[in-house]
């Protein structure tokens, strides 16, 4: 009997294996990380046949470390870093080139030359997306014009395009081509309200259709692992963009319904059901889910490009801290920041200001300041980016939650919850299970096998975790708050127009 669900959750800097039984508590897990490759600056980029055979490898470990086999599974889900984009051989399934990665910014010509005729909104209204190199359709009109013989072998129907989810899929089961709309809602590619792939952003990014994948719900039987593989015969039966993921697994499946996630970057979405809400405040219109033949549901996005990563930046470039889980000693041997702000706009800036022209700035340093203000500088951006998102989310929606549910692997920083907490002035809850977005894709794959019955069952298996209230004085955190947005205005205009 099939007894537990198990999900890929393949992120930005690592891959993941979990398997979950019937409760949603995790039994067993497999983890492994892979290159960032940054051959230039603006570049980040991935190799997909070291991320395809680390799925590979992290599922197996987490069989092994549960003690199950495939016959225990009834289904697999997935859940993926999104507008990471893929571009392969039809027969051979070799990459044409690296996979582009969502924060790279090399296609920052292309948007320029697309906004010149309607400005970074142009496709706002079927896509619900700002134009950005953010998103799949740039970096795919990159690879197109710049990838020796791709524009001629995509026309001629040899090559194929997906996000990470359609690459998984297509390898696991061995050439099914598919995605979901919660990935394909952030292709730029996608007409929002259709929930189809449209010929007007085809043709104006240039992508002939025959390189797309088959649009399907996020819950539904795609396939089943291929003879000879790890799961073989196993459905895949679940997919949803990370963020998604995230808040399916936070159990946000009604209207005015918010999770944020905090990893490599933060991602708060706010859920408006089967309403399409287009954003006047920056923040961008995507799907939430899609469960089988029901309508689509609906959420508002906040995209923040980093923010865990910003502590892996200080480790790794700085030698500021040895692993990052030191952070937040670091940062609690000072009682506040000294001054000190960092706006880490690697990558320009993402909602709500949406400035490819930013750069990271470190500003008001003294010589009072030391290593600790620095490490507290680094967790308060954090929180600072995320209060400007949740300000953006309740301008538009003209409501704020009462609490903000989070997740992800930053909320075991209890000084940053703390702080998120007095500065945002409403409670921060974490879930007693904290693997969210694994969590979110085996509940859509378990629904669409029959392992779950019904969002009602889903609801039931949330529980609280931990809690943080609000203790600072209203006015010191409006203070904190208006040096930072001074802070981000110093980021603006650093790149020159013809130079990126």
């Known amino acids: 009997m099939s007894t537990h669900v198990l999900a890929i959750d393949q992120g930005t800097t690592s891959t993941r294996a979990l398997i979950f039984d019937h409760a949603g508590a995790v039994v067993g897990s497999s983890q492994l990380e892979h290159e960032q490759i940054t051959a230039a600056p603006g570049w980040v980029e991935h190799d997909p046949l070291e991320i395809i055979a680390n799925v590979r490898r992290v ?104 996000t990470v989810d359609t690459w998984l899929v297509w390898n ?25 792939w449209s010929d007007e952003l085809l043709e104006a990014f240039g992508v002939p259709r025959a390189m797309l994948p088959r649009i399907c719900s996020s819950s539904e039987v795609y396939g089943v692992a291929a003879p000879g593989s790890e799961l073989e015969g196993v459905p895949i039966a679940g997919m949803l963009g990370d963020q998604q993921a995230a808040a399916f697994g936070q159990v946000a499946f009604d209207a005015g319904d918010s999770k944020t996630t905090y990893g490599t970057g933060n991602f708060l979405l706010v859920s408006t059901g089967e309403r399409v809400v287009r954003s006047t405040q920056g923040l961008v219109t995507t799907v939430g889910f899609k469960l089988g033949d029901a309508p689509a549901q609906y959420a508002l996005e906040g995209s923040i490009a980093v923010t865990g990563s910003l502590v892996q930046w200080v480790r790794d470039n700085l030698g500021l801290v040895d692993s990052a889980d030191e952070i937040e000693g670091v940062a609690a041997s000072v009682a506040d920041n000294g001054g000190v702000y960092i706006v880490p706009a690697f990558s320009g800036l993402f909602a709500p200001y949406w400035r490819p022209d930013a750069r990271g700035v470190v500003v008001g340093l003294t010589h009072f300041a030391n290593k600790g203000h620095l490490a507290r500088a680094v967790l308060e951006a954090t929180a600072f ?116």
């Open 59 to 162: 599922m197996a470990g987490a069989l092994a470390a549960a003690g199950l086999t495939r016959a225990d599974l009834a289904a697999v889900g997935i859940t993926n870093q999104r507008e990471t984009t893929v571009v392969w051989d039809r027969e051979t399934g070799e990459p044409v080139c690296p996979a582009i990665v969502w924060q790279d910014t090399r296609a920052q010509a292309i948007v320029d030359q697309l906004a010149a005729d309607g400005g970074v909104d142009r496709f706002r209204g079927l896509t619900g997306l700002p134009l950005a190199t953010y998103f799949s359709a740039t970096k795919l009109a990159w690879i197109l014009a710049n990838v020796d013989g791709a524009r001629e072998r995509a026309s001629a129907g040899q090559l194929l395009f997906g």
């Open 385 to 500: 980016q995320t209060v400007d998102v949740l300000a953006a989310a309740e301008r538009d929606l003209g409501a704020r939650p009462s609490a903000l549910r989070v997740d992800g692997g930053m909320t075991a920083n209890s000084l940053l919850m703390q702080f998120q907490a007095d500065v945002l002035g409403v409670d921060v809850v974490r879930p007693r299970v904290a693997e969210t977005t694994a969590l979110g894709a085996a509940y859509a794959a378990g629904l669409a096998v029959g392992y779950w019955g019904s969002l009602d069952e889903l609801r039931a298996n949330w529980q609280e975790g931990a809690r943080w209230r609000p203790a600072m004085e209203r006015s010191e955190a409006e203070r904190l708050l208006r040096n930072w947005h001074k802070a981000v205005t110093r980021t603006y205009d650093w790149v020159d127009s013809d130079v990126r």
């Open 172 to 196: 696991l089961t061995g050439g099914v081509h598919v995605t979901d709309v919660t990935n394909a809602s952030r292709t730029m590619l996608m007409d929002l309200e259709t929930l189809e």
